[in-house]
């Protein structure tokens, strides 16, 4: 009989450029876009870390560590020890559009518009560099090492794995092909595990919508974009085909609405019903679904041989569901 699969949850815990770098006067976004508060509650990282206790989830929070040059090392540091006094998995997600305030006079450029924020595309050695700058902040943020990495936009190429192996980082979950198309065929994995340049590779899930333009036909699996019946489908399925890991992707602010503001207004009751569909799911089917963490899954995938299935497909009837849901969300304030 099937065993259970490895379910991730992974968070990307990040702040936000907002509108720096087109409305005259404004300034990045730091705790709004983390803890998200509204009437005196936390619905983004509180939320998250009280449901996956509920449900004994175990996540993993890739933290943007790049953002100092703007911040500083302290507001993220006060959210990093919330989530390891938590339990929970630490690991390094590095947005590179943040080494643009590196300038004291970062204003007098943002005519040029906003920075690159893509590694893809640079070269070894300067990815080395930008790696090495986060694992700094995880320094004087007395968080252990990461042993895993998640590329800013989910964009990558192999020069990111060389560098990667370089600054002994073996572990990642760079690739989103339903967000963004890797140019190397290669790189085109929907879900499951693959060893790139002697790093291992734990995609976010991509998957397959019944869809016709302007829809694309492939998907990412996170909260925000995938609607209980399509997310209860793929975890089936995935089960059924024995695929493993599935890494699902969420932020904190996805559980909040803005409604135009710069801070949240509400929360999203649609998401938080996703988020708490999904871990019940996963906490109620043991014998077919194991929750894991990378640094606690680790020492396990890098025995397997490599997978990489085709992107699964959930019913159309389930599409449907998520583009009604979807649009009420984004209209009614009061769900």
């Known amino acids: 009989m099937a065993g259970p699969i490895d379910v991730c949850l992974t968070v990307d815990v990040e702040f936000s450029l907002g509108s720096a770098f087109s409305v005259q006067g404004a300034e990045p976004i730091g705790d709004d876009r983390v803890y998200c508060r509204v009437g005196g509650r936390e619905w983004g990282l509180g939320f998250l870390l009280k449901t996956f206790a509920q449900y004994g989830i175990n996540a993993t929070f890739f933290v943007e560590a790049l953002h100092p040059n703007y911040f500083g090392y302290a507001p993220m ?7 390891l006094r938590a339990g929970h998995d630490v690991q390094l997600h590095l947005h590179p559009q943040w080494l643009f305030f590196a300038d004291p006079h970062w204003r007098r450029k943002t005519d040029a518009g906003p920075p690159n924020d893509d590694l893809h595309g640079r070269s070894e050695d300067e990815v080395v560099r930008i790696i090495e700058m986060g694992l700094a902040a995880f320094a004087r943020w007395n968080a252990p090492r990461p042993i895993a990495l998640r590329t800013g936009r989910l964009r990558a190429d192999r020069a990111i794995y060389r560098a990667m192996a370089r600054t002994g980082i073996r572990l990642s979950s760079n690739i989103g092909w339903g967000w963004f198309q890797p140019a190397e065929q290669e790189l085109r994995i929907s879900a499951g595990r693959a060893w790139i340049e002697g790093v291992l590779e734990a995609p976010v899930m991509t998957y397959r919508q019944f869809a016709s333009p302007p829809l694309k036909p492939l998907r990412l699996f996170t909260v925000t974009s995938t609607s209980v019946a399509e997310a209860r489908s793929l975890l089936d399925q995935a089960w059924q085909a024995q695929i493993s890991p599935v890494v699902i992707l969420t932020h ?21 019903g996703r988020l708490e569909a999904l871990c019940r799911k996963i906490a109620n089917e043991p014998e077919r679904f194991r929750s894991r963490s990378f640094s606690g899954a680790a020492e396990d995938w890098t025995v397997l041989p490599a997978l990489k299935p085709d992107p699964l497909r959930p019913p159309a009837i389930a599409t449907a569901a998520r583009l009604v849901s979807n649009k009420i969300n984004d209209t009614i304030s009061w769900l």
């Open 77 to 83: 540091e006060r959210a990093v020890q919330k989530i």
């Open 252 to 272: 904190p602010f996805e559980f909040v609405r803005y409604f135009g503001s710069i801070s949240p207004v509400t929360a999203s009751r649609i998401n938080v």
